[in-house]
């Protein structure tokens, strides 16, 4: 996957690009929950703004169709279908879930889009403050997997093999946007362009006079040293910040595959990969595998 063969892996980490110079610009806008933010460097601020607005386009295409939280969305109108039925995916999510299976696989399932039933039931828990009922747990856990989803190329479709399938590309989707919003970048000729995304960031060439970008890291332990990135993508994911206490257990966010409840042992770890896309998912399914 990584060009260089290689992946790195830092622990407790949130992530903070820092860069300036006379030549940059900055843009920034709130979506999927999380402030995207991008730096691009050119002497040509017109230029700069065209490829921002059809950048910020492309990634809310991909929230339109690939979120989980808006209701009418194309990745949330399957699980309202029958199941063990194919169902033609659009041309912008199909390659969105190819890229998610491709990781599930990887990762043995330690990553994986189909947790949705999980996701949806954990996220109830965490208003209720309150764990699930083993019913309702056991169900989510048999709608669940990556091997119960099946992806046909020939014919853009999906199809869930057991009832009450759900999809949830929350561990991968802002790497995806991001990717996507560099290569706009690069498309119009500035790849001098950061975007960072919550605890993602995705870098194309180095800022003028450089040659890498240096991405400082903050820790609650240790200091880290910086990393520094050319063509290249960072994600830390852990809960650092997100995090809820029930009955005195603390749980995560993020959903443990094996069990359908947060990560009961604090685990953070920090991805460096050739995408955003691979790096957002490997960080997650590092979590999963440490917890």
């Not at 992946?7 to 300036?20: D, Q, R």
């Not at 990762?107 to 189909?114: R, S, Y």
């Not at 190329?153 to 560099?182: C, H, W, Y």
């Amino acid at each position: 996957m990584n060009r260089r063969s290689t992946l790195k892996i830092l622990c407790g980490a949130t992530l903070l690009p820092s860069v300036a110079s006379a030549s940059e610009f900055a843009f920034e806008r709130p979506l999927m929950g999380t402030l995207f933010k991008i730096k691009t460097h050119t002497e040509d601020h017109e230029l700069a703004e065209k490829a921002n607005t059809e950048a910020f386009a492309t990634a809310e295409n991909f929230n339109s169709v690939a979120s989980d939280y808006i209701a009418d969305s194309e990745l949330l109108s399957f699980s309202k279908l029958p199941h063990g039925k194919p169902q033609r995916v659009s041309k912008t999510l199909f390659p969105l879930l190819l890229q998610a299976q491709h990781f599930a696989r990887m990762t043995k399932g330690n990553f994986d889009p189909t947790l949705g039933p999980m996701t949806k039931l954990w996220r109830e828990s965490r208003r209720r403050k309150s764990l699930p009922s083993s019913e309702k747990l056991a169900a989510a856990l048999a709608a669940s997997g990556y091997q119960k989803l099946i992806l046909n190329e020939v014919n853009r479709s999906l199809t869930f093999t057991v009832p009450a399938m759900r999809l949830d590309l929350g561990g991968i989707a802002k790497g995806q946007a991001a990717d996507a919003m560099l290569a706009v970048f690069e498309k119009h000729g500035l790849p001098r362009t950061s975007i960072t995304c919550g605890g993602d960031v995705r870098v194309g060439g180095p800022p003028p006079g450089k040659d890498h970008w240096t991405i400082a890291i903050k820790t609650t332990g240790e200091p880290k040293p910086p990393v520094e990135l050319v063509n290249e993508a960072v994600s830390t994911s852990g809960d650092l910040h997100q995090f809820i206490e029930i009955s005195r257990k603390r749980y995560s966010h993020i959903i443990d595959p094996r069990t359908g409840l947060g990560l009961t042992e604090s685990s953070t770890a920090t991805i460096v990969a050739e995408t955003s896309a691979a790096a957002d998912a490997l960080a997650t399914a590092a979590c999963v595998n440490r917890g």
